[in-house]
């Protein structure tokens, strides 16, 4: 895999800029400063109210899991490792493996989602928990609502980033790049609504004792769209030829992993302030 740089490039020491430091990295260090307040604001409410509950506040203890919590803070550390060997390869121009981590990354991401999404079904319909009938639930869904809003962003980003890496050398010539890029992005999306309508449903099923059988025959629509969707997303990922991509680019994604390591950071305190402590 070919990349258009034209020689190694010194990604931490910008000069054309007064600071040194390259303009993308600057701007996304005051936006992540700025969401630092932000996150700071919704995890201090949530606190304030614990540390003070109403009557008839709901023991937090009988509804949470956490040992499903707990498994998906791994899978969401473990996605920072594979952000930060993307990284890495692509400042050495390494582009397939780049994509390999990307990939990976995503897949992590969806997980941590995934585990998001059936814990609050389950908080809704199980334990009666919503955001409105206590304070708890208010703080609670406000805050890691926010958060997997914001790891949804990133998922979101990852894969435009990994689609960008397929760009050919020359492309802005023409249209054809443009147009399969955007099917390359909607078949992205439909596989992943796929692969989660399947994996919440499987969830469901093995939860409820209804086993294999049960979750292949109620749920034959998503696994064939999700099937199809690998064989379509392994066709547009085969290699056609040199890329605008490279080390010119490893600036666009450590800004990326940035944004990727302070959600996996805030998520960390999250899971300290909102799960453990309330085991303590």
Same mark, same amino acid.
């Given at each position: 895999?070919? =990349?258009?740089?034209?020689?190694?490039?010194?990604?931490?020491?910008?000069?054309?800029?007064?600071?040194?430091?390259?303009?993308?990295?600057?701007?996304?260090?005051?936006?992540?400063? =700025?969401?630092?307040?932000?996150?700071?604001?919704?995890?201090?409410?949530?606190?304030?109210? &614990?540390?003070? /509950?109403? /009557?008839?506040?709901?023991?937090? !203890?009988?509804?949470?899991?956490?040992?499903?919590?707990?498994?998906? $803070?791994?899978?969401?550390?473990?996605? =920072?490792?594979?952000?930060?060997?993307?990284?890495?390869?692509?400042?050495?121009?390494?582009v397939k493996s780049t994509r390999t981590n990307l990939l990976g990354t995503?897949?992590?991401?969806?997980?941590?989602?995934?585990?998001?999404?059936?814990?609050?079904?389950?908080?809704?319909?199980?334990?009666?928990?919503?955001?409105?009938?206590?304070?708890?639930?208010? $703080?609670?869904?406000?805050?890691?609502? !926010?958060?997997?809003?914001?790891?949804?962003?990133?998922?979101?980003?990852?894969?435009l980033m990994y689609i960008r890496s397929f760009k050919p050398v020359g492309?802005?010539?023409? &249209? /054809?790049?443009?147009?399969?890029?955007? *099917?390359?992005?909607?078949?992205?999306?439909?596989?992943? %609504? *796929?692969?989660?309508?399947?994996?919440?449903?499987?969830?469901?099923?093995?939860?409820?004792?209804?086993?294999?059988?049960?979750?292949?025959? $109620?749920?034959?629509?998503?696994?064939?769209?999700?099937?199809?969707?690998?064989?379509?997303?392994?066709?547009?990922? &085969?290699?056609?030829? /040199?890329?605008?991509?490279?080390?010119?680019?490893?600036?666009?994604?450590?800004?990326?992993?940035?944004?990727?390591?302070?959600?996996?950071?805030?998520?960390? %305190?999250?899971f300290t302030a909102v799960y453990l402590l309330e085991y303590l």
């Amino acid at each position: 895999m070919s =990349s258009h740089a034209s020689g190694p490039i010194d990604h931490h020491h910008d000069h054309t800029t007064s600071t040194g430091i390259p303009n993308k990295k600057l701007f996304m260090w005051a936006f992540l400063a =700025s969401d630092c307040m932000f996150f700071g604001t919704l995890i201090s409410t949530h606190l304030i109210y &614990r540390l003070h /509950p109403p /009557p008839g506040s709901p023991s937090v !203890t009988d509804i949470f899991s956490i040992e499903l919590t707990s498994f998906s $803070t791994f899978i969401l550390l473990m996605s =920072s490792l594979l952000m930060a060997l993307a990284v890495n390869s692509l400042q050495k121009g390494q582009v397939k493996s780049t994509r390999t981590n990307l990939l990976g990354t995503i897949f992590f991401g969806l997980i941590f989602l995934g585990c998001q999404v059936y814990e609050f079904i389950h908080f809704v319909h199980e334990k009666g928990l919503t955001l409105s009938n206590t304070i708890f639930g208010s $703080t609670f869904y406000t805050l890691t609502g !926010t958060h997997g809003c914001h790891v949804a962003i990133g998922v979101l980003w990852l894969v435009l980033m990994y689609i960008r890496s397929f760009k050919p050398v020359g492309a802005d010539e023409g &249209r /054809p790049w443009l147009i399969r890029s955007v *099917a390359h992005l909607l078949v992205f999306i439909v596989t992943i %609504v *796929a692969v989660m309508a399947a994996t919440l449903g499987l969830v469901h099923d093995l939860q409820t004792g209804h086993g294999i059988g049960h979750f292949v025959s $109620t749920h034959a629509l998503s696994l064939g769209v999700s099937l199809g969707g690998f064989i379509a997303l392994f066709g547009f990922g &085969r290699s056609r030829g /040199p890329v605008e991509f490279g080390e010119a680019n490893a600036i666009d994604v450590e800004s990326m992993g940035l944004y990727w390591h302070f959600v996996d950071i805030v998520w960390i %305190v999250i899971f300290t302030a909102v799960y453990l402590l309330e085991y303590l």
